[in-house]
């Protein structure tokens, strides 16, 4: 069974900058993609970024020019570097893994228990 532990979330000021990872572990599978998901407070959970097997990479409109998704393989790890935050960005994000995407979003796998990142103004 795969797992799936974020870590990297925190309190920052609009404008600043963090970077969330997510370990994998467990049984080796490889998805089709690979993702981060965010859920604010009385919002429905979003996708932000993906990664697939292939490498293509998807942003919601949102974040694009301010998030990075990368991986390291070795490492077991994906991550996403989040700059210029802004306190719209606040929410609990999830590291996913997943057999089919859709936009930003990569669906049908496992997910996280998600790591908090909160912006304000």
């Known amino acids: 069974q795969v797992q799936l532990v974020e870590s990297g979330g925190g309190s920052v000021q609009s404008g600043g900058s963090l970077r969330l990872s997510c370990v994998v572990s467990?049984?080796?599978?490889?998805?089709?993609?690979m993702g981060w998901f965010r859920q604010g407070s009385g919002k429905e959970r979003e996708g932000v970024a993906l990664?697939?097997?292939?490498?293509?990479?998807t942003y919601a409109d949102s974040v694009k020019g301010r998030f990075t998704i990368s991986q390291d393989n070795a490492k077991n790890t994906l991550y996403l570097q989040m700059n210029n935050l802004k306190p719209d960005d606040t929410g609990l994000y999830y590291c996913a893994a997943g057999s089919w995407s859709a936009g930003a979003s990569c669906f049908g796998g496992a997910w996280g228990q998600g790591t908090q990142v909160t912006v304000s103004s």
């Open positions: 467990g049984y080796t599978y490889t998805y089709y993609c």
């Open positions: 990664i697939s097997s292939s490498g293509t990479i």
